[in-house]
């Protein structure tokens, strides 16, 4: 109904425009045939809300995401979406899967020290049907992992670039500091140079008396710049062990990248042309410059200036046959603009802030004015045909108006396409009509105290002050602790109207939130369009009748795969069987004619493991090949853009927050005696990374740790064990059968959480079966080896692993293997049966907010950077909702945010300010 709805509606802007054409079902066909695509092509847009973008080492991250199509309704594609953390060397740290409802998740992201050390991250969402169309509609957003010890070092650093014999050379003049305002003199440091991809500098130095250090590089010629940093390395022993990764800049003006895209898309004979441009620093941001344009005999036709970030426009009358290039001052390189056809169309867009309605103006070169050729014009805007006319060009021009209110907010496409459907030109634009979800935020005090209690009413209406419900996000943050910048990180407006159908780094997003109220940020908000405008698909496409995606939709989690005989041809009417014991679970369904089977209703628990075995029509398991369909991580580039630690060229106010943080966690420590250094021997256990020991880090007998197992080549994980294990052996029964034991004790073998006991088929020898695995897993393949015999251990794997009552826990040993990829026991070999474990789906935990019961009394023990984070706030008939929270130790002000959507179309985005006073 909801798609009903919106085509009438743009179908009644547009019926005059149709009416015109009743008769010519050329354009109708081509409207019908571009809705039909849109339908079937039916993009997602995502929008992640995290409750803030810096975190400290052991925080968690908590975040809501908003999944929407085309027109900003409720994505009804899919119900599964992924969200995975990324380091700044685009290596994946943490992926999670989970459950989307309506269009909405939320969930957390617990950031443990051991996986995620301190450094920039990037936080990443998709569905797998986004992944059909271009990593550009993929949702990315940085954010920093800062160390919670306090005993870090700051840095301020200025740089200069020269040449040196001809070759570039960079000097870095560093200072560090504590936050006590102490220099770090005299220390012995260890400096390495890097792109990201490879280093080229090292050495070992010791700062000066000031704590200033004098860095010098050459730098080569072949440089990735945008991953330049600076790794300085605490080389002293009195514990502190700081390591600093400081971002360097090197913008050389030589190597600035300078492109030109003319309005509509080509320079055209004879014909004057609107060119904008972009340029770009090695940094991958954008870069004021100024220059001119010379033609093939150097003389010059055109000058441009950028306007802001980079971008500009200037207007170039080509001539045919020319070849023209530009200069940017103060530099010898040489950049061409895109060859001139002799024939051809422009189309340019004059969309004025002050007017109702903009203004396409079309010119076309003699061959094509003068042919009596008839074109369709077309505006899209949300997936959806708004504007459609066939248009007659004349040697004087074209000029068509558009009313504004015929394209909802947002970007719109207009498209010249011929009738034989090749596309001319294309130009995108932006429409604001001011109609954003109107948010008030009304706390019931003019000011707080510390530890009080806040009780804040919402409202939320549209444009025409009407009362809407909707699903809202609100985060409030110590603003001591936390930098809000809605200007550099925008909000879901900015995402979902603006930049999730650009191309490319969009600096500042935030920037163009008003641009309507603003004559400067409406003509910028003009150029990103004219620079960064893009469109995700070919016309070709659109008239393909038999495209198909690589990557199917996920309306629900599924099991499915295939089943083949033995020359890979697909056995129909198979019967296949699932099991799994937690949750206890058992299903069975058969193949189809294409040898292919599904299961559904199934929820993927963090401790899920599926068997899966065919069986033929004697309900008997055979000699088949079974293959599921398992997930296939996708790989991204990595983001443009990077964060500057919050350690390196502080601020004065910046300087002055933290170090007030700093005085509060020590005074907490002093309080509660947390990080008090005791006087014991401590003997530091060994500890398997991504083990799933259930004791916790180092709760095992016997570790064999990834250390060690470097050192063994290619041993098997049987040599291993009976090498490392004493007691490791096999015994054989009064029945004749023969099983694993460790010092008498019955062996099980867990391979990343999963007891491979659960996939043994009925009958099979137990030591054969164990014997499998023994062989096929060797050093190469293993993180690191866990064995629980004695009582303090067995008793949590006992309990989860032996499912005979009556068994004696003691009498059983267990073995925790971890493997490098973690995906649990896997045999290549294996026939007729399969081992399935999948991706558990992480479920949202509540954010924890302590209650007061009389403000002011404080112990300052409470200072907590995210105050409040509520992912699910609805509001009700008349718009309306209430939140409370509690307000923390430390006095100033706090920073509330809140963003969301009706799920209709309807987008809002909020920020306010409360005071906290002692």
């Not at 400290?56 to 929407?68: H, I, N, P, R």
């Not at 700062?207 to 860095?215: C, N, P, Q, R, Y």
């Not at 004559?519 to 659109?542: C, F, R």
């Not at 401590?682 to 500890?687: L, V």
Request: charge should be positive; hydrophobic fraction near 40%.
């Amino acid at each position: 109904m909801k798609y009903l709805i919106i085509n009438v509606f743009f179908l009644f802007l547009t019926w005059s425009v149709l009416a015109q054409v009743s008769s010519k079902p050329g354009i109708k066909s081509v409207i019908s045939t571009i809705q039909k695509f849109n339908e079937r092509r039916s993009v997602e847009k995502l929008y992640l809300q995290t409750d803030k973008s810096a975190y400290a080492s052991g925080d968690t991250l908590w975040f809501k995401v908003y999944l929407f199509d085309d027109t900003y309704y409720a994505a009804p594609k899919s119900g599964l979406m992924y969200v995975e953390v990324a380091n700044d060397s685009n290596r994946l740290m943490k992926r999670i899967m989970l459950p989307v409802f309506a269009g909405i998740s939320f969930g957390q992201i617990a950031l443990d020290p051991e996986e995620l050390p301190q450094g920039n991250y990037v936080i990443r969402a998709y569905t797998n049907w986004m992944r059909n169309f271009g990593e550009d509609y993929i949702f990315k957003q940085q954010f920093y992992i800062g160390s919670s010890a306090g005993t870090e070092w700051l840095v301020n650093y200025n740089a200069q670039l020269n040449k040196v014999a001809g070759k570039d050379n960079e000097v870095l003049d560093l200072k560090f500091s504590r936050l006590d305002n102490v220099r770090v003199a005299l220390k012995d440091v260890q400096i390495m140079a890097t792109d990201g991809k490879r280093s080229w500098a090292k050495a070992k130095m010791q700062t000066d008396i000031d704590g200033m250090l004098k860095v010098n590089l050459d730098i080569p010629e072949k440089l990735n710049a945008k991953g330049m940093s600076l790794r300085v390395q605490d080389l002293s022993k009195n514990g502190e062990n700081n390591q600093l990764v400081i971002p360097v800049t090197i913008n050389r003006p030589e190597h600035i990248d300078l492109q030109f895209m003319p309005e509509g898309g080509d320079l055209i004979a004879d014909l004057a042309s609107r060119v904008a441009f972009k340029a770009i620093n090695e940094d991958g941001l954008g870069v004021n410059v100024s220059g001119k344009v010379y033609d093939s005999h150097g003389l010059e036709v055109a000058a441009f200036n950028a306007a802001h970030k980079g971008m500009g426009v200037f207007y170039l009358s080509a001539l045919a046959g020319e070849q023209y290039t530009a200069k940017i001052e103060g530099t010898s390189r040489s950049y061409p603009l895109p060859a001139v056809k002799a024939s051809g169309t422009i189309l340019s867009i004059n969309n004025r802030l002050e007017r109702d309605s903009c203004e396409v103006l079309i010119n076309a070169t003699p061959d094509i004015a003068l042919a009596g050729n008839s074109y369709i014009l077309i505006g899209q805007a949300r997936g959806t045909v708004c504007f459609a006319a066939l248009i007659n060009l004349n040697k004087n021009g074209s000029r068509i108006r558009i009313s504004k209110k015929a394209f909802p907010t947002g970007i719109v496409r207009i498209t010249l396409a011929g009738t034989d459907k090749k596309v001319l030109n294309e130009r995108v634009m932006y429409i604001d009509h001011t109609d954003a979800l109107k948010i008030e935020l009304s706390p019931d005090k003019s000011f707080y105290k510390q530890r009080d209690s806040v009780s804040m009413r919402i409202k939320v209406t549209d444009a025409n002050g009407m009362p809407v419900q909707g699903n809202f996000s609100m985060t409030v943050t110590d603003d001591n602790q936390v930098k809000t910048d809605s200007i550099a990180r925008g909000s879901i407006v900015t995402r979902m109207l603006l930049t999730a159908d650009l191309k490319g780094l969009v600096e500042d997003p935030g920037y163009y939130l008003h641009a309507a109220a603003d004559l400067k940020k409406w003509q910028d908000l003009d150029l990103l369009l004219l620079t960064q405008g893009w469109v995700g698909y070919s016309w070709n496409e659109m008239f393909d009748p038999v495209k198909t995606y690589v990557y199917a939709a996920e309306p629900e989690f599924e099991i499915k795969g295939k089943v083949t005989n033995l020359f890979n041809k697909p056995v129909a009417n198979s019967g296949i069987n699932l099991f799994s014991k937690r949750p206890m679970l058992v299903m069975d369904t058969v193949t189809n004619e294409s040898g292919l089977f599904r299961f559904k209703g199934i929820f993927p628990s963090d401790t899920a493991v599926f068997f899966i075995q065919a069986r033929n029509k004697r309900g008997k398991s055979f000699n088949v090949g079974i293959e599921v369909e398992e997930f296939i991580p996708p790989v991204f580039s990595s983001i443009g853009q990077r964060m500057i630690p919050w350690y390196v060229n502080m601020d004065t106010g910046r300087f002055l927050a933290v170090k007030k943080q700093f005085l509060l966690n020590k005074e907490v420590d002093r309080i509660t005696g947390r990080n008090i250094l005791k006087e014991v021997a401590i003997t530091a256990k060994k500890t398997i990374k991504d083990s799933k020991n259930l004791n916790g880090p180092g709760g095992a007998d016997v570790i064999v740790s990834q250390q060690e197992l470097e050192k063994s080549g290619k041993m098997t994980l049987g040599d291993l064990l009976e090498k490392r294990v004493v007691g490791f052996g096999n015994r054989t029964n009064k029945t004749g059968m023969r099983f694993y034991v460790i010092k008498g004790m019955l062996a099980h073998l867990i391979i990343d959480g999963v007891d491979v006991d659960f996939a043994k088929p009925e009958g099979m020898d137990p030591y054969e079966y164990f014997k499998q695995y023994f062989d096929y897993y060797d050093a190469e393949e293993i993180k690191g080896i866990e064995v629980m015999m004695s009582g303090k251990y067995q008793t949590r794997y006992s309990s989860r692993f032996i499912y005979n009552p009556m068994a004696n826990p003691f009498e059983h040993a267990f073995i925790e293997v971890t493997t490098r990829g973690g995906a649990g026991p896997f045999l290549k070999k294996s026939t007729g049966t399969y081992l399935y474990k999948p991706m558990a789906f992480s479920l949202p935990k509540k954010f924890y907010m302590p209650k007061y019961k009389t403000a002011g009394l404080v112990d300052m023990t409470d200072i907590r950077s995210t105050i409040y984070w509520e992912p699910y706030i609805v509001t009700d008939k008349n718009g309306m909702a209430t939140v409370t929270f509690y307000t923390a130790d430390n006095p100033g002000s706090y920073s509330l945010i809140m963003e969301g959507a009706d799920m209709k179309g309807g987008l809002g985005a909020k920020t306010s300010v409360i005071r906290v006073e002692k």
